[in-house]
Structure formats: C-alpha cells, structure tokens
C-alpha cells in the first residue's frame, strides 16, 4: 500500500499544478469593477506566483454567483453572505471580495479585516492592493494610496488595469468625489 501512495503522489501533485488557478483576476481596465468572473489569479508577473484558488466545482459555481450579485446586481450585502457561506474568508480572493463589499457599503472596519485577511493570504494579490489602496484614498490616506500603487506597479507594472484605475484616483484632487 505504500508503494501505490508514493507512486500515486507525484501523479497527484502534477494534476493539481496542471489544472492551475481557478479563479482570475481579469477587470476592466480604468475601473475597479470586473468585467468578467474570475477563472484564475495572475496576482503577481514577478517571482513565484501564490495562487489562492479553490479548483472545487461547487465552490467555483457559487463564488461566480457572488461576484455576479456584487458586479451585476450591486448586492453587497447579499453577496457578503454568499461568501462566507463558502467558508473560505481566508483566500485572498474570497476576502477581498467581502472587503469591497464592505468598502462599498460603507463599512470601512470591516472592509479593513477582510483587506488585510487577503494580503495575509496572498501579499502580492494586485486586485486587494489596488482596492485597498481605494479604500486609503476614501479615507483620506494619499500617502497610503500612493504606497499600494508603487506595490502595484512592483507587482503588475504600470500598465495593469490596477495600476491606471488606483492612479487615476490618485490624480484626482482631495475632496473629489471619486467614481469607480
């Protein structure tokens, strides 16, 4: 029996490493709303890419029914519950999701955590480095902001939708009203 787990196990890993990332993050340029579900995480172009998929079909189906009631239907709340539903706050994609949710509904504390919980999990994930870095302007934090934009730029350049949506924020003067 050992014999067959350790010849089953390199098999194992490498379907695992093929099936790669499930859950993506392709958004619209200029913007910080998707444009479509995620599929697979890009969250970095240099260095080791930390993936925080979850390849589970029935998490996949429902995380997609989440970030449809966030970007489609602008349900936060709702999409709040879904998402922990799926008991997996700890993936950064999963607790960025709820951040902005928060973000959006102008729970600034929480939205806060479940940033922090995502970059705690993955601290090269743009898509919570840029949010996040929304979520510093929103509370008057340029300093900040401008900080998660030079992370931004390390991690997917200047020519990632992330970085144009966080530094076009950026120039806008404080006290505008921001739209994104």
Do not use: C
Not at 139 to 162: C, F, V
Not at 167 to 179: I, M, N, R, S, Y
Request: net charge positive; charged share 25%; aromatic share 10%.
């Amino acid at each position: 029996m050992r014999k067959l787990s350790m010849l089953l196990l390199p098999g194992l890993v490498a379907m695992t490493l093929a099936a790669g990332p499930v859950l993506t993050s392709a958004y619209a340029a200029g913007s910080d709303e998707p444009s479509s579900p995620p599929k697979s995480d890009t969250s970095t172009k240099k260095g080791k890419k930390k993936s925080s998929s979850v390849s589970d079909p029935k998490f996949l189906a429902a995380y997609r029914t989440a970030y449809t009631t966030i970007y489609d239907n602008h349900d936060y709340t709702g999409a709040i519950d879904q998402l922990k539903s799926l008991k997996r706050d700890e993936v950064a994609d999963v607790a960025n999701l709820i951040g902005y949710s928060y973000r959006k509904l102008g729970d600034y504390q929480s939205s806060k955590v479940y940033y922090e919980l995502a970059l705690k999990d993955d601290p090269n994930h743009v898509r919570t480095w840029q949010y996040y870095g929304l979520w510093q302007l929103e509370q008057g934090n340029r300093e900040q902001a401008q900080y998660h934009l030079n992370k931004i730029a390390s991690l997917a350049g200047t020519d990632s939708s992330e970085y144009r949506s966080l530094a076009a924020a950026l120039d806008k003067p404080t006290g505008a009203t921001l739209v994104y």
